[in-house]
T-cell receptor
Framework: IAGITQAPTSQILAAGRRMTLRCTQD?????MYWYRQDLGLGLRLIHY???????GKGEVPDGYSVSRANTDDFPLTLASAVPSQTSVYFC????????????FGEGSWLTVV | AQTVTQSQPEMSVQEAETVTLSCTYD???????LFWYKQPPSRQMILVIR??????QNATENRFSVNFQKAAKSFSLKISDSQLGDAAMYFC??????????FGTGTRLTIIP
């Protein structure tokens, strides 16, 4: 969807384990984002990257880290997962012709038990 | 800080009828963008419609239109001739210059056959 590939689609993870959610784009856009979606709270920004080599914190960054070694990949890592990180995670990027419009990947459903 | 409020957690409409979903926002910015996204049971986030704040004309996309009231900071979505496939969560969202989106908490729309 919109040139964004997320993996895995879903995962059940034991608390305390490390997990990396992968996100790859095929349009070489500079900006990329990670959001989490929780019932009743909508989508909230975790981390973002405006260009390769730079990252920034969003609204709910605690417990997560990101890296942007190149333009195409923007992985999100949970160093030690906790049950409150059970959520649906969306990777996103701006559109090619309408920079302020954000398009989303299919999402990764993570359950921490 | 920017905030987006959707005061209707759930709405329902008879098939073929018209329904309006409400959204208000708060910002000190003068130039910004507003969006409605649809999330069907597939969990996919689909852009429905987009409005630039500097444009006085309300955006329309087929059966979807908005009523944008800048002074009132209101951005409602009207769905005409509702169809079963319109059943979904609808999220109102906002961004300005830096492209990071702020979301409302969503409205679940049910279509009654």
């Amino acid at each position: 969807i919109a040139g964004i590939t997320q993996a895995p689609t879903s995962q059940i993870l034991a608390a305390g384990r490390r997990m990396t959610l992968r996100c790859t784009q095929d349009m070489r856009h500079n900006a990329m984002y990670w959001y989490r979606q929780d019932l009743g709270l909508g989508l909230r920004l975790i981390h973002y990257s405006n260009t390769a080599g730079t990252t920034g914190k969003g609204e709910v960054p605690d417990g997560y880290s990101v890296s942007r070694a190149n333009t195409d990949d923007f992985p999100l890592t949970l160093a030690s997962a906790v049950p409150s990180q059970t959520s649906v995670y969306f990777c996103a990027k701006p559109g090619a012709y309408s920079g302020n419009t954000i398009y989303f990947g299919e999402g990764s459903w993570l359950t921490v038990v | 800080a920017q905030t987006v409020t959707q005061s209707q957690p759930e709405m329902s409409v008879q098939e073929a009828e018209t329904v309006t979903l409400s959204c208000t926002y708060d910002t000190s910015e003068s130039d910004y963008y507003l969006f409605w996204y649809k999330q069907p049971p597939s969990r996919q986030m689909i852009l429905v419609i987009r409005q630039e704040a500097y444009k006085q004309q309300n955006a329309t996309e087929n059966r979807f239109s908005v009523n944008f009231q800048k002074a009132a900071k209101s951005f409602s979505l009207k769905i005409s001739d509702s169809q079963l496939g319109d059943a979904a969560m609808y999220f109102c969202a906002f961004n300005f210059g830096n492209e990071k989106l702020t979301f409302g908490t969503g409205t679940r729309l049910t279509i009654i056959p």
